[in-house]
């Protein structure tokens, strides 16, 4: 259900903006940090936490706090992603597992 806000016009043109009442998917930020050259950059790891209306996952995102992060650390990208898919996903699965056998 879409909930309408407002209309707005602009240059003899009428917007109409709407919203969703319930949120579309959640997402879940993780705070890390990448050291290049005994200096360290912030990133926020952001993981969506649904699927889309086909059943596929989003895909994970990183995000720089500041824009002035060198070539060398933003090609860490996929690198990051798949080092936190490997240990959110092998965590995931051995507390699974570890509360199946108690």
Do not use: Q
Request: proline share 4%; charged share 30%; hydrophobic share 35%.
């Amino acid at each position: 259900m879409m909930l309408k806000l407002k209309t707005i016009r602009m240059e003899n043109k009428e917007i109409e903006v709407a919203i969703n009442k319930k949120p579309s998917f959640v997402e879940t930020w993780y705070e890390g940090s990448v050291m290049y050259n005994k200096e360290e950059y912030k990133f926020w790891l952001v993981d969506p936490k649904s699927e889309d209306p086909s059943g596929d996952m989003y895909e994970c995102e990183v995000k720089w706090f500041f824009k002035n992060v060198p070539r060398e650390v933003r090609a860490s990208y996929a690198s990051i992603i798949e080092m936190y898919k490997s240990i959110h996903y092998n965590d995931s699965t051995n507390s699974a597992r570890d509360s199946k056998s108690v």
